[in-house]
């Protein structure tokens, strides 16, 4: 295999080993694994709290509706959230456990409105896991430590997806999701890394 589509790889998917946590982030999708996979962090008492976070995606009217998982999760529901909150419930996770943010329509909201919902409850985020797609997994942990830079953050990708590190050369599909990430990582951060700089140089 050529060393930059190792590379590629090797950016794009991240996945640390869990660890007890002081929350468990789950950025908006429709995708049921990564609640799945945040209840059973949660059920094996990782972390106290469980944050979803998500409105449904811009420029849409609503929640499109469940994209992916083998168990269906029967709604309505008025946003990624409330997808989100149902499927932690039915698989064990208490309603008190569960922090609701759910204004978000992209993934850089996710991360500023989960930080705006810790803050306004006195949380302090020493460490934090963040359970999503294993494609959205650099994205998803550029977005959440730029909102929290004083946390360790693990990212645990959702097993069972269809397009995975060893999966993604498999299929157009797979090639477009991955190189789109990788576009994403550069362009949605072009802003932000010019606003960081800016402040850190002050600093």
Avoid at 20 to 48: C, M, Q, R, T, W
Avoid at 116 to 136: E, F, N, Q, W, Y
Wanted: glycine share 8%.
């Amino acid at each position: 295999m050529l060393q930059w589509i190792r590379d590629v790889a090797d950016f794009i998917f991240l996945g640390d080993a869990p660890a007890p946590a002081d929350v468990i982030f789950i950025p908006g999708n429709g995708h049921a694994l990564p609640a799945e996979l945040a209840a059973k962090l949660y059920s094996e008492g990782l972390a106290p709290w469980v944050l979803p976070s998500g409105r449904y995606a811009i420029g849409t009217s609503g929640f499109a509706g469940q994209l992916s998982g083998a168990r269906r999760y029967e709604g309505p529901f008025d946003t990624e959230w409330a997808f989100m909150r149902r499927i932690l419930m039915d698989n064990g996770v208490p309603e008190r456990a569960i922090l609701r943010e759910d204004e978000a329509t992209y993934t850089y909201q996710n991360a500023i409105f989960s930080r705006k919902r810790t803050d306004a409850m006195k949380l302090t985020v020493s460490r934090g896991i963040i359970c999503c797609m294993p494609v959205h997994a650099r994205r998803a942990k550029m977005y959440y430590e730029t909102l929290f830079p004083e946390a360790e953050l693990l990212v645990c990708p959702a097993p069972g997806a269809a397009v995975t590190r060893e999966t993604w050369l498999q299929s157009p599909e797979g090639i477009d999701a991955v190189l789109g990430e990788l576009s994403r990582c550069g362009g949605q951060f072009s802003e932000i890394l010019k606003e960081w700089a800016q402040n850190h140089e002050k600093s």
